[in-house]
T-cell receptor
Framework: SAVISQKPSRDICQRGTSLTIQCQVDSQVTMMFWYRQQPGQSLTLIATANQGSEATYESGFVIDKFPISRPNLTFSTLTVSNMSPEDSSIYLC???????????FGQGTRLTVV | AQTVTQSQPEMSVQEAETVTLSCTYDTSESNYYLFWYKQPPSRQMILVIRQEAYKQQNATENRFSVNFQKAAKSFSLKISDSQLGDTAMYFCAFMKPGNQFYFGTGTSLTVIP
């Protein structure tokens, strides 16, 4: 198994600003993903964070809005740029190992944009 | 594209009783995995049970079991002897090779004392 730490756990931000969320895994994982969970809704995949290369974004999500870094196999960041109230959501990162079916999740970052 | 559907937004069950949560999915993949995750108010996603699509035998994990009907693309979760700690949001999820998950909309389960 793996333990994923996310920070910050919550934040209240002004519109127009940016927030970077960090995701640290206690052991190497092959895959890392970022999800958004809007209030009362399910998890929607934002992107796959690729180690050493550009992230792979899902339809509806773009790099300019959600830049992602993954410098190594245990760490990734997601930035929510130029925030608006519609970005208020929970953001979760997860990790997994190739060939292993279990995914590990962080506890999420609750973002409120005012 | 993969879709996961949970048709029960909310359910409740008396403590010690049994409850079944429904899930259907759609995929053209032949190799995949199905999961039930639990999300309590702490927001931590907790794996409840998983099922490999190539296995005909239904997975069980203590009080939790699934009814996997591959042809019908159905994957329901049965919780026996419900406990207060089972109160949470339950998500059905589909995973294709590469660890990419697709989640259903969730079922909010309340266990009533």
């Amino acid at each position: 198994s793996a333990v994923i730490s996310q920070k910050p756990s919550r934040d209240i931000c002004q519109r127009g600003t940016s927030l970077t969320i960090q995701c640290q895994v206690d052991s190497q994982v092959t895959m890392m993903f970022w999800y958004r969970q809007q209030p009362g809704q399910s998890l929607t995949l934002i992107a796959t964070a690729n180690q050493g290369s550009e992230a792979t974004y899902e339809s509806g999500f773009v790099i300019d809005k959600f830049p992602i870094s993954r410098p190594n196999l245990t760490f990734s960041t997601l930035t929510v740029s130029n925030m608006s109230p519609e970005d208020s959501s929970i953001y979760l990162c997860s990790g997994g190992r190739q060939g292993n079916t279990e995914a590990f999740f962080g506890q999420g970052t609750r973002l409120t944009v005012v | 594209a993969q879709t996961v559907t949970q048709s029960q937004p909310e359910m409740s069950v008396q403590e010690a009783e049994t409850v079944t949560l429904s899930c259907t999915y759609d995929t053209s993949e032949s190799n995949y995995y199905l999961f039930w995750y639990k999300q309590p108010p702490s927001r931590q996603m907790i794996l409840v049970i998983r099922q490999e699509a190539y296995k005909q035998q239904n997975a069980t994990e203590n009080r939790f079991s699934v009814n996997f009907q591959k042809a019908a693309k159905s994957f329901s979760l049965k919780i026996s002897d419900s406990q207060l700690g089972d109160t949470a949001m339950y998500f059905c999820a589909f995973m294709k090779p590469g660890n990419q998950f697709y989640f259903g909309t969730g079922t909010s389960l309340t266990v009533i004392p």
